[in-house]
């Protein structure tokens, strides 16, 4: 019923800059607040960024803070990512996500209510 869609993935030279772009697709819903994670193979899905409409606090992680910039829209259930000096470490599935019930920025995947299907970012040198 409630999906969200992610786009704006692809192959980028270390040091350049990506946009992700994530709106909700389905039914309308409202959000408390909405969020990037990635994985990179092996590793745990991480929360990169998240957005909390009530008030605009953001949340970074402190690997792409200074670097990664987070928008979005509550009335449109879109977000946005601007991702900014990239490096390989940043390669990874990226997955937009919302929390439906709560506005609280959690670094796990627990009540992260919708998620989309993913987009590669790929860093190269």
């Known amino acids: 019923q409630v999906q969200l869609v992610e786009s704006g993935g692809g192959l980028v030279q270390a040091g350049g800059s990506l946009r992700l772009s994530c709106a909700a697709s389905g039914r309308t819903f409202s959000t408390n607040a909405m969020g990037w994670f990635r994985q990179a193979p092996g590793k745990e899905r991480e929360l990169v960024a998240a957005i909390r409409w009530s008030g605009g606090s953001t949340y970074y992680a402190r690997s792409v803070k200074g670097r990664f910039t987070i928008s979005g829209d509550n009335a449109k259930n879109t977000v946005f990512l601007e991702m900014n000096s990239l490096n390989s470490e940043d390669t990874a599935v990226y997955y937009c996500?919302?929390?439906?019930?709560?506005?609280?920025?959690?670094?796990?995947?627990?009540?992260?209510?919708?998620w989309g299907q993913g987009t590669q970012v790929t860093v190269s040198s």
């Open positions: 996500a919302a929390r439906r019930y709560s506005s609280a920025l959690v670094s796990t995947r627990a009540g992260w209510e919708y």
